[in-house]
Structures are given as C-alpha cells and as structure tokens.
C-alpha cells in the first residue's frame, strides 16, 4: 500500500504563523510512512504576519514543501482552488492551517479509502469552539443540509481526502468559505462515492476564525443564496 499511495496534502494559510509549522512538520512525519510518493502544499493566502517566513524556513528543511503565495487574499474559496490546481498527487488531502484537526487523523481517511470510494469526508465527534460558534455552526449545517439536499453529517468540516480525478471533473467558482457547499453539492451531482469517518476536533490555541466572524456572517447568506440559485434553481453543474 506504501508503495502505492500517491497523495497531496495541502493546507491553505491565512495569518497562521502560530499554527502552521507543526501541521507541514507532523504531515511530513506521517507521510513517510504511509507512502513513497507525496508532497506537502500550503497556499498562503494573503497573510500579514509570519507565515511566509516560517514557511521559508521550512522549505529548507523539507525540499518536498510547496509553497504557493497570494499576495493579495483570495478568501478561502481562492485559496482551496490554488491547492487544487497546484496538487500534482492521485489523492488530495486538505484541512485548515489552524490546527483544529490533528494531521495524524488522516490515517483513517486513508485506511477507509477503496476501489469503491471517491471521497472521505470526516465528521467532528464534538465540537470545541465557543457556544456561539457552536450554535451558529448548527444552523448552518442544517440550513444548507435542507436548501442543498447535502447528506453529509457535517458539511463544516474541512478534513477530506478525495481523488484527483474527482477534482479534474468537479469545476468550482465561489471564492468564499461556502466553496465547502458548492465543492461537496458537486460531488453529490456528479454521482460520487462519499464515506465518512469520525474526527477529532481542538480549540483554536491561535488566530481567528475567517468564516464565522461576525465581520463576514452577514455576507454568508448573500453567498449562499447566490450559490443555491446556481446549483439548485439553474441546476448549474
């Protein structure tokens, strides 16, 4: 299986210096032995802290690192299509920069992905952020779950391992966050195989968190009202 894997991991960056070099450093640890054949992306998306220099010093410890900077930030729709474009692997693998999700977890994606399975999904066993995101977190599954038809058990979590193939099929346009509810509505269209397994979900120890702000939230339902007129009313595809 080792010798088989072919994989991309990638990580979009927004102001994550506090974060982000233990994510690219624990990829690379369970990289090396689950495959022969991987790389290591992170789209920094904008940041204005230190991300792009500790990201350089981690190039010269690990060759096998990409980096791909935005100078301007793209939002985070922006910043997940540079990772998809740049993905160079059969399999690609992505979560946050923020370390709200342990990278070692991707073993599970990886031992539940089969010849039967295009996508695996994680979904978050409980939740560790404040009550307010908490709730808001809620109504937006079930608010996309009923206008989306979206059947998954929890559309916001962004840890997912999927094939490249999926990606070269799957065409997104939405800049924002609600790229996790045009990519997953996609999938589902396009008749792929989606498996989800259970994941472990952290505090965030640094940043903060560039969907549910209170700055953004009012343009969520601007966002989703567009992207449900495109691919529910238009069936746009």
């Not at 923020?98 to 089969?114: F, G, H, R």
């Amino acid at each position: 299986m080792k010798n088989k894997l072919s994989i991309t991991v990638f990580f979009p960056c927004y102001n994550d210096a506090g974060t982000i070099a233990s994510m690219v450093i624990m990829a690379f640890c369970i990289l090396r032995q689950l495959s022969d054949d991987y790389e290591v992306i992170v789209v920094n998306d904008g940041s204005s802290d230190h991300s792009q220099e500790i990201l350089e010093e981690l190039k010269s410890k690990y060759p096998k690192l990409r980096i791909i900077r935005h100078e301007e930030n793209k939002g985070y729709g922006g910043a997940l299509k540079s990772g998809f474009a740049n993905a160079s692997k059969d399999f690609v693998f992505y979560t946050d920069g923020d370390a709200q999700y342990n990278v070692k977890e991707i073993v599970s994606l990886v031992s539940a992905m089969d010849n039967d399975v295009d996508m695996v999904n994680g979904y978050k066993i409980n939740r560790s952020d404040r009550l307010h995101r908490i709730i808001i977190g809620r109504l937006y599954h079930w608010i996309v779950k009923i206008a989306f038809g979206i059947k998954l058990k929890d559309i916001d979590c962004d840890f997912r391992l999927m094939r490249k193939s999926v990606l070269d099929k799957v065409k997104l346009e939405s800049n924002t966050g609600v790229i996790c509810v045009e990519l997953i509505k996609k999938i589902q269209n396009a008749g792929f195989r989606i498996k989800q397994v259970p994941v472990h979900h952290y505090h965030r120890a640094y940043g903060k968190s560039q969907f549910f702000n209170f700055r953004r939230l009012f343009k969520i339902p601007i966002n989703l009202c567009r992207l449900w007129w495109k691919l529910v009313v238009l069936k746009e595809r």
